[in-house]
């Protein structure tokens, strides 16, 4: 199985997000996706993300949300993290602000792997300890470390 | 003695697959509303929602039923017809049938030759 600290990369980790808004977050972070090479169509992917999200909210509670999408306009299954320390609304199921937001995109036809990723992903961000260094660090890279960690932990 | 197991996907086959357990010479038996787990996680939990298409054909809702069985041998013919009702269990989609060892039980109903 895919590694979480393989599919993080600091490129797609942006610790300060500027959105104040779920739509204006997904924006930007769809931008920060489109470095990989792997997103042909990023408005086309932002109005699907948005549509998913019209099916029921990834703000799956406790600060986190995961929006994800599978898609032809993905090559490759590619994954952001964006921060918003003071918190943002996401529709989340506790209606309390999102404050860590992945984005995993990954191409039509990967249903098991992609639902696997958000499984592993969900799972280890139950963890509240690992939540609050995850809110703690000040590097992307630091990011990656501690998922590389905490996967080598579990073994 | 054995524990036997058998989820029905197939709902309505029920009434068949209970004159099955009769013919094999089984008394009785527990059944089980039960669900399925790609219908609890697509339709209970919004992260998932995205999946119920891709689940599409696995059947939500099934039975679990289960009964112990003094003797072993009953569970092969139980298989045969059980199978001569659902079809093929090696069937994706269409049950489960598994035993487990018991080592005591108590309040089973005589089971007949």
Not at chain 1, 48 to 66: C, F, L, P, V
Not at chain 1, 84 to 101: R, S
Not at chain 1, 111 to 118: A, D, N, R, W
Request: hydrophobic share 40%.
């Amino acid at each position: 199985m895919l590694k979480l600290s393989e599919l993080l990369n600091p490129k797609y980790i942006k610790l300060d997000l500027n959105a104040k808004r779920k739509k204006e977050v997904i924006g930007e972070m769809v931008e920060l996706l489109c470095q990989s090479g792997k997103i042909k169509n990023a408005p086309k992917i932002e109005k699907e993300i948005i549509q998913r999200e019209k099916e029921g909210t990834t703000g799956i509670g406790g600060g986190i949300a995961i929006p994800h999408i599978r898609s032809k306009e993905i090559s490759q299954t590619v994954m952001a993290l964006g921060r918003k320390k003071e918190g943002l609304e996401f529709d989340a199921i506790d209606e309390k602000p999102v404050n860590l937001i992945f984005l995993l995109l990954g191409p039509k036809g990967e249903e098991s792997q992609h639902l696997k990723i958000l499984c592993k992903l969900s799972r280890i961000l139950h963890n509240t300890q690992f939540k609050e260094i995850l809110m703690r660090v000040t590097k992307e890279e630091e990011v990656v470390t501690i998922f590389r960690e905490q996967e080598e932990k579990e073994g | 003695m054995k524990l036997l197991v058998f989820v029905l996907n197939r709902e309505e086959l029920l009434e068949e697959v209970m004159e099955a357990f009769v013919e094999a010479g089984i008394p009785g038996a527990t059944i089980l509303d039960s669900e399925g787990m790609g219908r609890m996680l697509t339709y209970e939990v919004p992260l998932f929602a995205d999946f119920r298409e891709f689940m599409r054909g696995n059947k939500p809702y099934n039975k679990t039923i289960f009964s112990v069985i003094k003797k072993e041998e009953k569970i092969k013919k139980l298989e045969e017809l059980i199978e001569k009702v659902c079809g093929n269990l090696s069937e994706p989609g269409t049950g489960i049938l598994f035993t487990i060892p018991v080592d005591y039980a108590k309040g089973l109903r005589h089971e007949e030759e």
